[in-house]
């Protein structure tokens, strides 16, 4: 079935001094062009990036990437009109469901993306979200049956999918994902993110 990929890449990144966290680096690639490349490379459906604040800068490191960049000029609302933005430059024909990334999950891989797809496939539940932490924690990646389109559509302020996923539990399937739990929300994160890459590469 055709799946597409809503990457959302619009916030400031307040915490982080102004200093864009898609642009931070992972295995010498920026946070926004890995997880872009990652979500071409399933082949299932058009790509779509909302840009918002630092949208210049973070544009260039996608112009060469064959996907769709949108922009969302009200990005300071927060991630429900991101979400919005992503999803009204779809046509419900294009295709049966869409997933929603995020650029600051550095683990994310294209096999937990198609692992998501699998179980949408085998469990046929409206929602497959990747489930870390807390014994009822479950969040992005996640895959939605564009039914939920009009649902996302009504979302406002800062609301995220998480939020959705939690109202619509009863159709929702989950994949263990513990490396989500990663947040690079400030410095600290980042530096104890950066730590344990060291510890990976035997630094």
Not at 5 to 27: C, D, E, F, N, V
Not at 62 to 78: C, F, M, R, S, Y
Not at 157 to 186: H, M, W
């Amino acid at each position: 079935m055709p799946i597409a990929t809503i990457i959302l890449a619009a916030g400031s990144s307040t915490r982080l001094g102004g200093t864009p966290k898609q642009l931070l680096t992972y295995q010498n690639e920026t946070l926004v062009r890995r997880i872009a490349n990652t979500a071409l490379s399933l082949e299932v459906g058009p790509v779509i990036a909302v840009l918002g604040a630092n949208e210049n800068m973070i544009r260039s490191e996608l112009a060469d990437l064959p996907i769709h960049i949108t922009v969302n000029p009200d990005w300071q609302e927060g991630m429900a009109s991101s979400l919005r933005i992503g999803l009204n430059a779809l046509s419900d024909e294009s295709v049966d469901a869409f997933l929603v990334v995020l650029t600051d999950q550095p683990y994310v891989t294209s096999d937990l993306l198609r692992q998501l797809i699998t179980t949408q496939e085998q469990t046929v539940k409206g929602i497959v979200a990747c489930h870390y932490g807390e014994k009822d924690n479950l969040g992005v990646p996640a895959l939605f049956d564009i039914r939920y389109k009009a649902h996302f559509l009504n979302l406002s302020g800062d609301t995220g999918a998480r939020k959705f996923i939690q109202q619509y539990r009863n159709d929702c399937a989950e994949v263990s994902f513990p490396l989500a739990n990663i947040d690079l929300d400030t410095w600290q994160d980042v530096e104890k993110w950066q730590g344990a890459r060291g510890k990976e590469l035997g630094a």
